[in-house]
């Protein structure tokens, strides 16, 4: 039975000291919240030689999970061969400072077909007010049969 009293004040200060840090009144610090990503309406422009218009309906900004910016858009093409998109999208806030950018593109857009396009790039510095995206086009070569493959070294 020694024993057993010996334990007795034990637990008791145990538990006492588990109910004290139970009833503690220190507070945490709140995290910031991120300002959002875009404004409440984004407004989207075009420049670029490509033949294809962006489908502004279609364009979507979200961060991924490293945190780097993913633009989602259409284009949808005007040419009349097949050709390889890329764009640019520089990102504007409302006083029209740059607060970042991104690249893509796509490769052998059919003639009059509407092509999916992702860009990347780092999180913007600010809320997204505004877009420019530059669409830029590079004919897409045509394979032709009668290039001849070579059978043996001359």
Same mark, same amino acid.
């Given at each position: 039975?020694?024993?057993?009293?010996?334990?007795?004040?034990?637990?008791?200060?145990?538990?006492?000291?588990?109910?004290?840090?139970?009833?503690?009144?220190?507070?945490?610090?709140?995290?910031?919240?991120?300002?959002?990503?875009?404004?409440?309406?984004?407004?989207?422009?075009?420049?670029?030689? %490509?033949?294809?218009?962006?489908?502004?309906?279609?364009?979507?900004?979200?961060?991924? %999970?490293?945190?780097?910016?993913?633009?989602?858009?259409?284009?949808?093409?005007?040419?009349?061969?097949?050709?390889?998109?890329?764009?640019?999208?520089?990102?504007?806030?409302?006083?029209?400072?740059?607060?970042?950018?991104?690249?893509?593109?796509?490769?052998?857009?059919?003639?009059?077909?509407?092509?999916?396009?992702?860009?990347?790039?780092?999180?913007?510095?600010?809320?997204? +007010?505004?877009?420019?995206?530059?669409?830029?086009?590079? +004919?897409?070569?045509?394979?032709?049969?009668?290039?001849?493959?070579?059978?043996?070294?001359?």
């Amino acid at each position: 039975m020694p024993v057993l009293s010996a334990r007795g004040p034990l637990v008791a200060a145990l538990c006492g000291v588990t109910l004290v840090a139970c009833g503690s009144s220190t507070t945490q610090p709140e995290v910031r919240p991120a300002p959002p990503l875009t404004a409440q309406s984004v407004t989207v422009r075009q420049t670029g030689n %490509a033949s294809a218009q962006v489908v502004d309906s279609t364009i979507t900004y979200q961060l991924d %999970a490293s945190g780097s910016l993913v633009i989602h858009l259409s284009v949808q093409s005007q040419s009349a061969s097949a050709q390889t998109i890329t764009a640019r999208a520089s990102l504007y806030d409302a006083k029209n400072n740059l607060i970042g950018d991104a690249t893509g593109g796509q490769i052998s857009v059919a003639p009059g077909s509407t092509a999916p396009l992702q860009l990347n790039g780092p999180a913007p510095t600010g809320t997204i +007010a505004g877009t420019v995206f530059e669409v830029s086009n590079v +004919a897409s070569p045509t394979p032709t049969s009668t290039t001849p493959i070579p059978t043996a070294a001359p």
